[in-house]
């Protein structure tokens, strides 16, 4: 990675429509296994660790998304 992509990284980049298309898509599917999570297991850390790593998942997702060149 290059300190150009790194400002880039760090920089806003907004989506364009078929991108937020995207985006809600993923967000779908993540709220889809954020229930199943709630609705499979009992609240413990190892819940709130699960939601934790999906939040974190779907915020690189998008990341991925909206740095795509």
Same mark, same amino acid.
């Given at each position: 990675?290059?300190?150009? @992509?790194? /400002?880039?990284?760090?920089?806003?980049?907004?989506?364009?429509?078929?991108?937020? @298309?995207?985006?809600?898509?993923?967000?779908?599917?993540?709220? @889809?296994?954020?229930?199943?999570?709630?609705? @499979?297991?009992?609240?413990?850390?190892?819940?709130?660790?699960?939601?934790?790593?999906?939040?974190?998942?779907?915020?690189?997702?998008?990341?991925?998304? /909206?740095?795509?060149?």
């Amino acid at each position: 990675m290059s300190y150009s @992509d790194t /400002v880039r990284s760090l920089s806003y980049q907004p989506a364009s429509e078929e991108q937020g @298309d995207r985006i809600n898509a993923l967000r779908n599917v993540c709220k @889809d296994f954020a229930l199943a999570i709630y609705t @499979d297991t009992r609240a413990s850390r190892e819940q709130s660790l699960a939601i934790t790593k999906l939040e974190e998942t779907l915020m690189w997702a998008v990341k991925a998304v /909206v740095l795509e060149k």
